[in-house]
């Protein structure tokens, strides 16, 4: 069974950069067609999409938010990590990997991790 | 603001069928297939259907989904109150080389 989970500081300061760990199980980043994605979702708010990076290293970003974000792959540890600078209190949120497959135009997350609370102190 | 409307939300009593929407372009929606997402409360979202239309192992039948040009439709046909949770679409948009999720719809089962 597919399992995902996400670590990392659940208190940053205004500023700061935040690191986020997706830690998988079960699969592999060098299978044709799989990739791990991220997603956040604020307080009483909908989902919004970060980062995606697939088996072979292609690596996709949200427009908005490109300038801040990083993400690799260490997949002899089963790894994805996140990296997300100057954080402000609007970047509260629960932060959610996900495993997805299919591609581009056809994709879908299918199995997410238990998502972890990070919260932005000014 | 989220690429994909959706209603805010939608109610139904249970046994009854329930439809919501989901409205994009012709850059997302109109040119890939469409995922929603079932989040109850508390939880990390779940896969209800993807591919527009076909259901993952464990979902019932009682879930389906659809499209038609630039807009996409989740049914729900015998509500039952433990489907009280937001739903979201998702997509692939190619202008913004990425997945775009709907604002989300609550429903509510009265």
């Known amino acids: 069974q597919i399992t995902l989970k996400e670590s990392g500081p659940t208190l940053v300061k205004s500023t700061q950069t935040l690191t986020l760990t997706c830690t998988f199980s079960?699969?592999?980043?060098?299978?044709?067609?799989?990739?791990v994605g991220w997603i956040r979702q604020p307080p009483g708010k909908a989902l919004e999409w970060l980062a995606l990076?697939?088996?072979?290293?292609?690596?996709y970003y949200s427009p908005s938010l490109k300038s801040r974000l990083t993400i690799t792959k260490d997949t002899s540890k089963y790894q994805v990590v996140l990296t997300m600078t100057n954080l402000d209190p609007v970047d509260t949120a629960t932060y959610y990997c996900?495993?997805?497959?299919?591609?581009?135009?056809?994709?879908?997350?299918?199995?997410w991790g238990q998502g972890t609370l990070v919260t932005v102190s000014s | 603001q989220s690429v994909l409307t959706q209603p805010p939300s939608a109610s139904g009593t249970p046994g009854q069928r329930v439809t919501i929407s989901c409205s994009g372009s012709?850059?997302?929606?109109?040119?890939?297939?469409v995922n929603w997402y079932q989040q109850l409360p508390g939880t990390a979202p779940k896969l209800l259907i993807f591919?527009?239309?076909q259901r993952p192992s464990g979902v019932p039948d009682r879930f389906s989904g659809s499209k038609s040009g630039t807009s996409a439709s989740l049914a729900i046909s015998g509500l039952q109150s433990g489907d009280e949770a937001d739903y979201y679409c998702?997509?692939?948009?190619?202008?913004?080389?990425?997945?775009?999720f709907g604002g989300g719809t609550k429903l509510t089962v009265l």
């Open positions: 996900s495993h997805t497959r299919g591609g581009e135009n056809t994709g879908y997350f299918d199995y």
């Open positions: 079960a699969f592999s980043l060098t299978t044709t067609g799989v990739g």
């Open positions: 990076i697939y088996w072979d290293d292609s690596k």
């Open positions: 012709s850059s997302n929606i109109g040119s890939s297939s």
């Open positions: 591919r527009t239309g």
């Open positions: 998702a997509t692939w948009d190619d202008s913004l080389h990425g997945p775009v």
